[in-house]
């Protein structure tokens, strides 16, 4: 009796350890086994992590060199580059109100995060201010599964001040040997805001004309 030659399931896995980058798309290992091949665990995926696949002989089979030991192969799917659309700076006028200071940026990769200035803590929200003034707004995303975080970057916005009208009392009088003064008073504000006007100049007893200005 003589025991027959075990019969070659083809070459054995040589490269064990496999990195590839998220792409969307179902990925693989790399090794094709052949139908005298036993497989077991992942040798491929979609969705960034690690994947571990085990490749053994058939019975009755060796790899071509003769062995028969069970070989490892591990697949690593990288987290792709993140990627981030800006936020865009609202044109704004100081208007008595909280007013968001931005249209919100856009991240197919991730959560679009902001910070107001240089404290406080990133949130979703995009910040809003009231006052007139120069703001910065910090922005970020944080990554999903597949996706890799993108950094700190920022734009600068600016609420305008609000131009108010003057609105002036009587200002053409009658000689009559007296003083006369005249009223001003300010327009234009929001509500809950006001403003006190210093008239300086303001009186005439003479014939003529007099300048009064205001300074609010």
């Known amino acids: 009796y003589t025991d027959e030659p075990e019969a070659s399931a083809g070459d054995k896995p040589e490269t064990l350890y496999i990195s590839r980058t998220y792409n969307g798309f179902e990925q693989n290992n790399g090794y094709t086994p052949s139908e005298h091949t036993v497989v077991s665990g992942d040798p491929k995926g979609t969705y960034a992590g690690t994947y571990v696949a085990i490749y053994t002989p058939a019975k009755g089979y060796t790899w071509s060199d003769g062995t028969r030991d ?9 987290k792709a580059a993140g990627s981030v659309d800006s936020p865009v700076p609202r044109v704004l006028v100081y208007d ?8 919100a940026g856009y991240s197919s990769t991730g959560t679009v995060l902001y910070r107001l200035g240089e404290g406080g803590s990133y949130g979703p929200g995009v910040p809003a201010a009231r006052d007139a003034g120069s703001y910065r707004i ?7 599964s597949n996706h890799e975080d993108v950094g700190e970057s920022y734009i600068d916005v600016n ?17 009559d040997g007296t003083a006369h003064s005249t ?10 805001d006001t403003c006190d006007v210093i008239l300086e100049g303001n009186s005439i007893t003479e014939i003529g004309t007099a ?3 205001a300074t609010a």
């Open 96 to 103: 008595g109100t909280q007013q968001t200071l931005a249209d």
């Open 138 to 144: 910090y922005y970020k995303v944080s990554g999903d």
């Open 70 to 78: 069970a070989v490892t192969v591990t697949l690593t799917i990288d």
């Open 211 to 213: 300048e009064v200005t």
């Open 183 to 192: 009223t001003c008073t300010v327009s234009n504000l929001c509500e809950g």
């Open 159 to 175: 609420i305008e001040q609000r131009t108010a009208a003057l609105s002036w009392g009587e200002l053409i009088w009658s000689y």
